[in-house]
């Protein structure tokens, strides 16, 4: 008879085996299940795992799709919509899936929440202009920035002056008396693909746009309006503002300093500004020792997605994590959907 001391160890046992995560059995025949180096080969290897089991997916996913078409036909059936699909009315999922590199260090990436998050160029870009849609937020009054970056309304005019993105400017006052609402915002948030801020705006943010950007992690990139030319003027007619009496401050029409701000503002900073953000990951730090970043999507190659994991890693080893190197507990990469495969592990836990 198996005594108590035998049936403890035995539930541990199992409760241990509970939590292992499973790794795909491409992953384990090629030797990925044990990676403790980093290498851009390792990284490749680990990817075209992932994307061949997750091309094997989608396959099962349409043939199921399939499957309940035919089924549907049949009289008094109805066909099941697939929620989690871009379109609800297609129970097939999207081909292109967004991929992600799990960064795990030994020591927190920031001791609070980061609201600005951070851009690392990567080889090959993970937003394409042609499909991409970018909202910006700009200072009041909005119309001045409306005129400045999107495409006039004259006939024949209808080349975009910053970015084929720029789908929407929302100015400050509009962000707060029209998106008051948790429903607002959210459908906001899931309204474009990225969302941009003029850098003199980003840190009154959180409290206008709150959790529900937050804790998607949509929180806008900060981007500079002014060239260094703009940026001198704008600190010189900060302190001319400062000496005037009130009086004299008051007297200055909102024309005046809509002329100012005209004359600061560098269309050109702003254009190199969007073509960077679509060349970039974006990398949010958290007040922990893990956070994700997409890499692209599965319709880029394995070594596509390899050289931007690798350019990604720099960056964060260059100028985000604590001790470099030394400061990264794992490495993993993953889909949505799919287990995380590992591509580097520390040796030392210290």
């Known amino acids: 008879m198996p005594s108590k001391k035998d049936k403890t160890s035995k539930k541990a046992g199992k409760k241990a085996s509970a939590v292992v995560k499973p790794v795909a059995e491409d992953a384990v025949s090629d030797g990925i299940s044990g990676a403790t180096e980093f290498s851009l080969d390792q990284t490749k290897k680990a990817l075209k795992a992932l994307l061949k089991h997750m091309e094997k997916a989608a396959e099962e996913e349409k043939a199921k799709a399939a499957a309940d078409e035919d089924d549907s036909s049949k009289p008094g059936k109805k066909r099941k919509l697939n929620l989690l699909s871009d379109d609800p009315s297609d129970p097939s999922e999207s081909d292109k899936k967004a991929m992600y590199l799990v960064v795990s260090t030994k020591k927190f990436l920031s001791d609070r929440l980061v609201m600005k998050p951070k851009r690392i160029t990567v080889p090959h870009p993970i937003y394409n202009a042609d499909n991409t849609s970018i909202c910006l937020l700009t200072k009041d009054p909005q119309r001045l920035y409306k005129d400045l970056f999107l495409p006039s309304d004259l006939p024949g005019d209808s080349d975009a002056v910053i970015s084929e993105s720029l789908a929407r400017i929302i100015g400050v006052s509009k962000l707060r008396s029209k998106f008051k ?28 746009l709150g959790k529900t950007f937050i804790g998607a992690k949509k929180m806008p990139i900060p981007i500079r309006f002014l060239g260094s030319a703009g940026q001198k003027k704008e600190e010189t007619q900060k302190v001319v503002k400062q000496q005037l009496s009130k009086k004299k401050r008051a007297e200055i029409s909102p024309e005046e300093e809509i002329a100012q701000e005209k004359e600061n503002v560098s269309v050109k900073r702003v254009k190199a500004e969007f073509e960077r953000t679509l060349k970039s990951a974006i990398v949010v730090l958290p007040a922990g020792a893990i956070t994700t970043v997409k890499i692209g999507y599965s319709n880029l190659t394995a070594e596509q997605l390899a050289e931007n994991v690798d350019a990604i890693v720099e960056g964060l080893v260059k100028s985000v994590i604590k001790g470099g190197w030394d400061g ?17 592990l520390t040796k030392s836990l210290e």
Request: hydrophobic share 45%; net charge positive.
């Open 181 to 208: 609402t948790f429903e607002a915002r959210r459908q906001l948030r899931d309204s474009y693909d990225l969302f941009l801020a003029d850098d003199r705006i980003v840190t009154m943010l959180p409290a206008v």
């Open 328 to 344: 990264i507990r794992s490495l993993h990469v993953k889909s949505k959907d799919s287990v995380s495969l590992p591509i580097f």
